[in-house]
Every structure is written in structure tokens, then in C-alpha cells.
């Protein structure tokens, strides 16, 4: 079972800006498409943000864009989410995902990855 660590959850101030961390243990995953979904509660998980495997090509839901950016060090196998402005409806679990067989045109279904993070709290108040 591959090991995803989210950290850098916290409670902020609308507008504040927060760093998401995941580390990944699993050597297979180095240069997998890493994930990120979101859930607050009483809904759906839903789709953040994702860089494909291979070319980097990044990925965002509406709702996120151009307000949070991904990145990577496949070195290291850590991915990373910068969110920057943060609206209160940013309020959820963010979890870290991978999968080494997802393909690009599932890229945003978390139904399609098996492999998460325990997941980290992001509460904004306004």
C-alpha cells in the first residue's frame, strides 16, 4: 500500500494564503500523476488540482483556478498545492492521491485513484 502524507492544514483568514505538502514513500509512485481533491462536509469529494505523470501538464477545477498552483520534485516524490486567496468554500479535508494507472482523461475522478492521503483540514473564515 503506497504511503501519502498530507501536511499543512490549518484554520486562516479569508484571503490568507497556505502550502499543502505530500510526501510519498513509495518508490513505484515516484512519477506517477499525483492529485488533489477536497471534501467538505456532507458533500462529495470533489477535484482540486493534478499534474500528469509524465509532461507536468497541470490541471484545475474552476473553482481553484488561478488561485492555486501544483507543483512537484519527482526527486523527492512530493507534490505540493499553493493556495493563495482563500475563499471560505476552500473549507475541507484535502487529500493527496496517486495512481500510476489512471489515465488523462480520468484525471479528475478520485473514483479512478487508489492510492490517498489521510488527508489534511483546511478551514477559512471570513
Known amino acids: 500500500q503506497a504511503q501519502l502524507v498530507e501536511s499543512g492544514g490549518g484554520t486562516v483568514q479569508a484571503g490568507d494564503s497556505l502550502t499543502l505538502s505530500c510526501a510519498a514513500s513509495?518508490?513505484?509512485?515516484?512519477?506517477?500523476?499525483k492529485a488533489w481533491f477536497r471534501q467538505a462536509p456532507g458533500k462529495e469529494r470533489e477535484f482540486v488540482s493534478a499534474?500528469?505523470?509524465?509532461?507536468?501538464?497541470?490541471h484545475y477545477a474552476d473553482s481553484v483556478k488561478d488561485r492555486f498552483t501544483i507543483s512537484r520534485d519527482n526527486y523527492k516524490n512530493m507534490v505540493w498545492l499553493q493556495m493563495n486567496s482563500l475563499k471560505p468554500e476552500d473549507t475541507g479535508v484535502y487529500y493527496c492521491?496517486?495512481?500510476?494507472?489512471?489515465?488523462?482523461?480520468?484525471?479528475?475522478?478520485?473514483?479512478?485513484?487508489?492510492?490517498w492521503g489521510q488527508g489534511t483540514q483546511v478551514t477559512v473564515s471570513s
Open positions: 492521491a496517486t495512481d500510476p494507472t489512471i489515465i488523462q482523461s480520468n484525471i479528475r475522478d478520485y473514483r479512478q485513484y487508489n492510492y
Open positions: 499534474m500528469w505523470r509524465s509532461t507536468g501538464v497541470t
Open positions: 513509495e518508490k513505484t509512485f515516484l512519477r506517477a500523476t
